[in-house]
C-alpha cells in the first residue's frame, strides 16, 4: 500500500510539473531575458554607429584627398610644360618666291600651324644651301599670322618650293615672374602663378593662372602667426587658362580677362596672410614657393627662369569628423620642375639666350600676363 501512495505521489508531481510548463516563463524569467536582450542590442548599436561615424570619416578625408590630388596632378602637368614652344612637323613648303625689302614681308607657306611669333624659322633645304636663313617670326600693325602666311625679316631671296622648317626654342619666361637682381637659387613665395606654353602638347600656346583667394570665411582650427595662434582662413584654389591664338592662327591677347573667368579646383585650404599678403600654412611654410635664377643686367635687362615650384596645401574636411566631431586635414605636397625652362636655362648658361624666343605680344601689342 505504502509503495501505491509513493506511485501516486510521484505521478501528481509531474502532472503538476507539465501543467506549469505548458502555462509558459515566468515574470522574472522574462524580465531577465529582456535586460539581457536589450543589453545585447545595445551593444550592437553601439558598434554599428562607431562603424558608420568611422565611414563618415573616412569618406570626408578621402574626398579631399580626390580633390587635392586633381588639383595638383592639373597643376603638376600644366607647369611641367610651361615654356614649351612646339615645333611643327613634318616642314613646310614656299608656295610663292619672296624677296627681302629691308623690312617685314609675308611668308606664303602651305599652312601656318605651330607657327608663332618669336619662332625661329630656317629657310633652306641643308646648311650648305646658299640661300638657307633663320628668321624671327614677328609682325607690325600691316602683317600678321595669317592661314597660309607668316612676317618676317629676310635678307635672302627665296624661291617658291624651298622647305620651311622649325628652329623653335623654348621658352624661359614660361612661368611669369620679375626679378630685378642676378643670381641664382632664390625663392619667391606667392599667391598667383602665371605661366604659358603649350601645355597641352597638341600645338597651340596657352595662357594660364593659379590662384589662391580668401573666401572670408575662418576655421576653428589654428594657424600659427607672429602674433601666436589665429583662427585659420579658407582658401579657394582656382584656375584660368585660355588660348593665345584665333582660327586664324594669330595671336589674340586679350587686354583683360573675362569676368568670372576663373574655374574653382579646390577648397577648403587653409592658411593665413604673412606680413604682405602672401598665405602660408597653419605651420607658416609657404603655399605656393618660386624657386628661380635670374640672368641679365641693369642695362639689357633681365630673364627670371622659374626652375621649380613648390606647391604645399593643408585642407580641412567639409564637416566635422563625426567620430571625434573635429574637422580633419590632409597634407599634400608637389615639387614641379618645368622641363622647358630648364632646358632654356641649360641654352642660357651655354652662351645661347639671344637664341631665346621672348614671351608672346600680339599685334595689337598685348602681352602677358593677362590683366584682371
Not at 158 to 172: M, R
Not at 228 to 234: A, E, K, R, S, T
Not at 282 to 310: E, H, M, S, W
Request: net charge negative; aromatic share 8%.
Amino acid at each position: 500500500m505504502r509503495a501505491n501512495r509513493q506511485l501516486a505521489s510521484y505521478a501528481s508531481n509531474a502532472v503538476r510539473g507539465t501543467m506549469r510548463r505548458a502555462e509558459g516563463f515566468s515574470l522574472l524569467e522574462i524580465l531577465v531575458s529582456v535586460v539581457i536582450l536589450t543589453v545585447l542590442m545595445a551593444a550592437v548599436f553601439q558598434f554599428l554607429r562607431f562603424n558608420q561615424q568611422r565611414y563618415r570619416g573616412d569618406q570626408l578625408l578621402a574626398e579631399r584627398n580626390q580633390g587635392a590630388r586633381s588639383a595638383l596632378e592639373l597643376m603638376t602637368q600644366e607647369l611641367q610644360q610651361a615654356g614649351h614652344n612646339p615645333n611643327f612637323t613634318p616642314h613646310k613648303t614656299l608656295t610663292a618666291d619672296v624677296t627681302p625689302t629691308g623690312g617685314i614681308v609675308n611668308i606664303s607657306v602651305g599652312n601656318t600651324t605651330g607657327i608663332f611669333y618669336g619662332n625661329l624659322v630656317e629657310i633652306g633645304s641643308s646648311p650648305s644651301d646658299p640661300n638657307r636663313e633663320v628668321v624671327e617670326v614677328k609682325g607690325d600693325s600691316t602683317h600678321s599670322i595669317t592661314a597660309t602666311s607668316f612676317p618676317a625679316i629676310i635678307t635672302l631671296s627665296h624661291a617658291s618650293g624651298q622647305p620651311v622648317f622649325s628652329h623653335s626654342l623654348p621658352f624661359p619666361n614660361g612661368i611669369l615672374y620679375s626679378a630685378s637682381a642676378e643670381g641664382t637659387g632664390q625663392t619667391a613665395d606667392v599667391n598667383l602663378i602665371q605661366y604659358f606654353g603649350d601645355v597641352e602638347g597638341n600645338g597651340t600656346l596657352r595662357y594660364g593662372e593659379y590662384k589662391l583667394t580668401d573666401t572670408g570665411q575662418r576655421s576653428s582650427l589654428k594657424c600659427t602667426t607672429g602674433s601666436g595662434p589665429q583662427d585659420c582662413h579658407i582658401l579657394q584654389l582656382s584656375r584660368f587658362i585660355t588660348p593665345l591664338m584665333t582660327p586664324a592662327l594669330s595671336y589674340n591677347i586679350p587686354a583683360n580677362k573675362p569676368a568670372d573667368s576663373f574655374s574653382p579646383l579646390a577648397d577648403n585650404i587653409l592658411g593665413y596672410p604673412d606680413g604682405s599678403g602672401v598665405f602660408l600654412n597653419p605651420d607658416q611654410k609657404p603655399i605656393f614657393r618660386l624657386n628661380y635664377d635670374t640672368f641679365g643686367n641693369l642695362t639689357y635687362g633681365f630673364t627670371t627662369y622659374v626652375r621649380a615650384v613648390d606647391v604645399d596645401l593643408t585642407l580641412q574636411t567639409v564637416d566635422k569628423d563625426p567620430e571625434v566631431n573635429e574637422f580633419r586635414t590632409i597634407r599634400m605636397r608637389s615639387h614641379i620642375v618645368p622641363t622647358n625652362i630648364n632646358y632654356a636655362w641649360g641654352i642660357t648658361l651655354l652662351g645661347g639666350s639671344p637664341e631665346l624666343p621672348f614671351k608672346p605680344t600680339d599685334p595689337a601689342g598685348h602681352t602677358l600676363p593677362i590683366a584682371d
